[in-house]
């Protein structure tokens, strides 16, 4: 039977072992000097030589030669590496995980070593254990025999309970570098008589990711097609063009907004066999690979690639914009999760191409642009000012932003129950009653309010501002002077008005409410649910009525319960506390023209329907 080629070329002696002399000089060391631990935790990536350093471990614990050990060559170190020494005892944490494993192998470590020195347990995948089973080894593991030696193998340390972490001398494994790769390969190749190209190597090594496992089981599969010589286009043929070599020259057509090419790029990959989904995630990691060179001096601790790939990755992040990376991660993302659930996840990815390609250096898609913020005069401050918060500037009425999307427009029934809703509102507030408010008032209502008193938001005749410093209102028939207060307390606001007076005192909440969001929107823009569902329907010397239509408007105002005090506070000159009022009363249903007429009767203007 054929035996490949990572098996047949396990190293045998810790000379053969490539690119790990950090951890062979520890061990050879003990080895001579017989101070091994009790415990050891190798941890490394796939292919590193985990398992096959804990086998010359093994070896070397047990090796009858008197010099240098292991020897190989002895009749201990060729059972251990037929896998017939019984004291060398390899156990598959991911098949034996269970509790019951455990004891088992608790139970026969008291029993001496039938033939060697020494009794080796290697546990490969030991992540893989369940908690009890951990909990199990904890003993075990801290006082063994003086016989006995325990490896544990991993891939993923941090799975791994502390308790077991700190009963182990750990031993980490690096990727190996491709020049040691290659050098390694050149050997084998020269020992079955097959020739490889040295950029047919290179490609090889550079696939292979620092693994000396996955680079033999690439250049196995290279030369199973009976050929005694191989090349570069052979290797790329055999491999699919797959590796990081595919996203760097995805992304390198991406940045330069070659579409054309690279979806043509893209469709040579997937011909070979590619998975679209595995393509999507696989270059996302890409793109996050391009974000960290870009911040980090050496980024080998967060980037588990080789040393030649993460150097050409930062070779192509240096000539890219943050942006376009950030674009490259949102945008794949967005497509990996549509793809989860298309039936042609093909046809996605290449719209993110396309995307990718006509959009390079813009925002995001989804990501709206800031908006800019309404130009203020800077004010210049009085040394008494020096020590006072900064007040929030008011922003020019004229300078508002307007509405993101319009409303579609409503059916004639529609249409109909917000004009009787609005006209009860109107009739309600110049009765003095609280009555349930519209979502927001027709044009014809502020066209009427213009007609016979001052429009929102305008000064008086002396450019006065409809509320004066202490927040009160300046209509004709308000009282003013120390009794001012009461005459506001407990009280609707326009409850002791008629006529003209009714209507300006209207005007004026109107036009503060107005001013609020005018600047409450630039702070927080879910503030326009509240302009929807709410109105300011009373004020008096210590507090403000806001009444809402529903519950949810209620919860929306009672989280910007403090900007909307804060902006009262700025527009009236007073600190104020805000009391939030639901009012879902549908009240008696009218026609519209009996609305429209008592309106017009209490209002003292004519209020047209059309």
Request: glycine share 6%; charged share 30%.
């Given at each position: 039977m054929y035996t490949a080629l990572y098996r047949a070329y396990r190293p045998e002696v810790f000379e053969e072992l490539l690119g790990q002399e950090h951890i062979t000089k520890i061990l050879r060391n003990q080895i001579a000097s017989g101070t091994t631990s009790h415990a050891y935790l190798f941890c490394g990536t796939r292919g590193t030589g985990k398992t096959t350093t804990a086998r010359l471990l093994a070896k070397g614990l047990n090796c009858l030669h008197e010099g240098e050990r292991p020897c190989g060559k002895c009749a201990s170190c060729q059972a251990i590496k037929d896998g017939s020494f019984l004291d060398v005892v390899e156990i598959d944490a991911a098949s034996n995980r269970g509790i019951d494993d455990i004891r088992q192998l608790r139970d026969s470590v008291n029993y001496p070593p039938v033939i060697g020195r020494n009794k080796v347990y290697i546990i490969d995948e030991v992540h893989m254990l369940s908690t009890e089973a951990f909990n199990a080894l904890l003993k075990t593991l801290e006082?063994?025999?003086?016989?006995?030696?325990?490896?544990?193998?991993?891939?993923?340390?941090?799975?791994?309970?502390?308790?077991?972490?700190?009963?182990?001398?750990?031993?980490?494994?690096?990727?190996?570098?491709?020049?040691?790769?290659?050098?390694?390969?050149?050997?084998?190749?020269?020992?079955?008589?097959?020739?490889?190209?040295?950029?047919?190597?290179?490609?090889?090594?550079?696939?292979?990711?620092?693994?000396?496992?996955?680079?033999?089981?690439?250049?196995?599969?290279?030369?199973?097609?009976?050929?005694?010589?191989?090349?570069?286009?052979?290797?790329?043929?055999?491999?699919?063009?797959?590796?990081?070599?595919?996203?760097?020259?995805?992304?390198?057509?991406?940045?330069?907004?070659?579409?054309?090419?690279?979806?043509?790029?893209?469709?040579?990959?997937?011909?070979?066999?590619?998975?679209?989904?595995?393509?999507?995630r696989d270059w996302i990691s890409h793109y996050r690979n391009l974000m960290m060179t870009k911040f980090l001096r050496d980024p080998q601790a967060v980037i588990n690639l080789s040393v030649e790939n993460i150097d050409r990755i930062r070779e192509q992040s240096s000539v890219m914009e943050l942006e376009d990376i950030n674009r490259g991660i949102l945008e794949l993302s967005k497509t990996s999760d549509a793809a989860r659930w298309s039936s042609q996840p093909r046809i996605l990815l290449e719209v993110c191409i396309v995307n990718l390609c006509q959009g390079a250096g813009m925002l995001p898609q989804g990501v709206p642009a800031r908006r800019p913020?309404?130009?203020?005069?800077?004010?210049?401050?009085?040394?008494?000012?020096?020590?006072?918060?900064?007040?929030?500037?008011?922003?020019?009425?004229?300078?508002?932003?307007?509405?993101?999307e319009e409303l579609p427009e409503a059916e004639d029934a529609r249409e109909a129950e917000d004009t009787l809703r609005s006209l009860d509102a109107l009739i309600a507030a110049a009765e003095g009653k609280k009555e349930s408010m519209p979502e927001e008032a027709p044009p014809e209502y502020y066209e009427d309010l213009a007609e016979s008193g001052p429009a929102a938001g305008q000064a008086g005749p002396e450019g006065a501002d409809p509320l004066d410093g202490a927040g009160s209102l300046d209509g004709p028939g308000q009282k003013e002077g120390p009794g001012q207060a009461e005459s506001f307390a407990g009280t609707d606001q326009t409850e002791n008005l008629t006529g003209a007076d009714q209507q300006e005192s209207a005007g004026d909440?109107?036009?503060?409410?107005?001013?609020?969001?005018?600047?409450?929107?630039?702070?927080?823009?879910?503030?326009?649910?509240?302009?929807?569902?709410?109105?300011?329907?009373?004020?008096?010397?210590?507090?403000?009525?806001v009444t809402v239509r529903n519950d949810m408007t209620r919860r929306q105002t009672e989280r910007s319960r403090a900007l909307l005090e804060e902006l009262m506070e700025f527009h009236t000159g007073k600190r104020r506390t805000m009391r939030v009022v639901i009012n879902e009363s549908p009240g008696k249903e009218i026609s519209v023209e009996e609305a429209a007429a008592r309106a017009s009767d209490v209002l003292g203007v004519k209020v047209g329907i059309e």
């Open positions: 006082e063994p025999p003086e016989y006995v030696t325990f490896i544990l193998a991993t891939t993923e340390p941090r799975k791994l309970p502390a308790t077991i972490l700190s009963r182990c001398l750990r031993l980490d494994f690096k990727r190996i570098p491709e020049t040691v790769l290659i050098e390694g390969m050149k050997r084998i190749c020269g020992e079955i008589g097959i020739e490889v190209t040295e950029p047919a190597l290179r490609i090889i090594a550079a696939n292979a990711d620092g693994s000396v496992r996955d680079g033999l089981s690439i250049l196995d599969q290279c030369i199973s097609g009976g050929d005694r010589t191989v090349d570069a286009e052979q290797v790329l043929d055999f491999l699919g063009a797959s590796g990081e070599a595919v996203f760097v020259e995805l992304t390198d057509l991406v940045r330069k907004r070659r579409t054309a090419e690279a979806i043509e790029y893209l469709a040579q990959v997937l011909a070979d066999g590619k998975d679209v989904r595995q393509l999507i913020e309404p130009a203020v005069p800077a004010k210049t401050k009085k040394p008494s000012e020096a020590k006072k918060p900064p007040k929030r500037e008011r922003a020019p009425q004229e300078e508002r932003l307007p509405e993101t909440l109107l036009a503060l409410w107005d001013k609020v969001f005018a600047d409450g929107e630039h702070e927080k823009g879910s503030i326009y649910l509240i302009r929807k569902g709410g109105m300011l329907t009373d004020m008096d010397e210590y507090s403000f009525t």
